[in-house]
């Protein structure tokens, strides 16, 4: 199924705010845009580098632009399509931190 990604603003606001990350993103988003998913370890198949958080919280983890950066996403298989919600943006060293207070299976800060 097609990935459907909400708030696509989130990472656009991210890319201009932190300008390096732009060219990281911008393969990220490529690489959606022909994604066909129908199960979660599909995504991993898309994302090599993913990883699928426990707790049944159906969320995902991106490493994106060699782990520089990392992205946490809600995932909704549906009929038709994948809905792929972005939570939180930030650094790999941001990921620490909010890992390291537990918060990587609730935080949505979009």
Known sequence: MK???IKKQS???YVKNHAASRSSFTNWLSALKYAEWEIPEDILETFGSADLLGN???RIIFNIGGNNYRMICKYA???KQ???FV???GTHAEYTKICNEGKQ???NDY
């Open 3 to 5: 990935v459907h990604l």
């Open 11 to 13: 990472i656009e606001d």
């Open 56 to 58: 049944s919280s159906s």
């Open 77 to 79: 298989f549906g009929e």
């Open 82 to 84: 994948v809905h792929l």
């Open 87 to 89: 939570c939180w943006i």
């Open 105 to 107: 299976h609730t935080i």
